[in-house]
């Protein structure tokens, strides 16, 4: 099922989208169970916004192989976590701004957990059933502020940085998934997360053992081979196999 949240007549409502065609649902679905109501919009008419609004993003690099080995970098026993600020989040269709056009600024298109329950010091069979569903992330990173920094934090926290969106959908194989990113048109990133060096629920069990996730909580589970520079007017396309295209432009 494919959910998302959206705007319309400055009212922001809540809702399950089939073809082009939304039925808004009763409340949020992230805060619990919500049901259908009569109302239904047309997807042309209303605007999309992120399908959640996260308290905590977490990051994951270095988490297929082929990136790893075009950094230079070993590849991690354990999940690299990273932290970003809430406040980087924009929806699909929203301008990416670059703070400085003399930096690198990379994009990476991501498979997004997006999760459902508050969830700590889990146990990797029972990881997945805390997760609500899975979104599209696309990871805007300055390279030359992580190497200066040696930390991701700023080089990640931008306004416009973590592109999130347009749906979350809850029944998906996370673990066999293709996922690609188009740059004006052309293909970037091509993979599947069967190349996950860290699976979907190793990554769950990992991060609660540091923190507590509330529901709402995002994991931007890493990126494929093949990132690159953003400039002016480009448009990306991060796009997950049975969620849809994240498309942003930049500004």
């Given at each position: 099922m494919k959910y998302v949240r959206f705007r319309k007549d400055d009212e922001v409502y809540f809702g399950v989208l089939k073809g082009d065609s939304i039925t808004q649902l009763d409340g949020d679905y992230i805060k619990g169970e919500t049901r259908p109501l009569s109302t239904e919009f047309?997807?042309?008419?209303?605007?999309?916004?992120?399908?959640?609004?996260?308290?905590q993003v977490i990051g994951i690099g270095l988490n297929y192989e082929l990136h790893a080995k075009e950094t230079g970098k070993p590849i991690p026993e354990e999940p690299m976590m990273f932290m970003a600020s809430p406040?980087?989040?924009?929806?699909?269709?929203?301008?990416?701004?670059?703070?400085?056009?003399?930096?690198?600024?990379?994009?990476?298109?991501?498979?997004?957990?997006?999760?459902?329950?508050?969830?700590?010091?889990?146990?990797?069979?029972?990881?997945?059933s805390y997760i609500f569903g899975y979104t599209v992330g696309n990871d805007v990173s300055d390279r030359?502020?992580?190497?200066?920094?040696?930390?991701f934090t700023r080089a990640k926290s931008f306004g416009t940085f973590k592109p999130l969106g347009p749906v979350i959908e809850t029944e998906l194989d996370p673990n066999n998934v293709p996922i690609q990113l188009k740059l004006n048109g052309e293909v970037k990133q091509k993979s599947n997360t069967n190349d996950l060096i860290h699976d979907i629920a190793e990554l769950v069990v990992k991060v609660t053992e540091v923190m507590t996730l509330m529901p709402g909580d995002v994991i931007y589970t890493g990126t494929p081979s093949g990132v690159g520079p953003l400039s002016p007017r480009d448009v990306v396309e991060a796009e997950v196999d049975g969620i849809g295209i994240l498309r942003n432009r930049v500004k």
């Open positions: 047309a997807l042309g008419e209303v605007e999309v916004l992120t399908p959640v609004v996260p308290g406040s980087a989040i924009v929806a699909h269709e929203t301008d990416i701004e670059l703070p400085s056009i003399d930096h690198r600024i990379d994009y990476e298109a991501e498979l997004v957990i997006v999760i459902g329950e508050e969830a700590k010091n889990l146990k990797k069979d029972e990881a997945l030359d502020l992580q190497k200066k920094d040696g930390q």
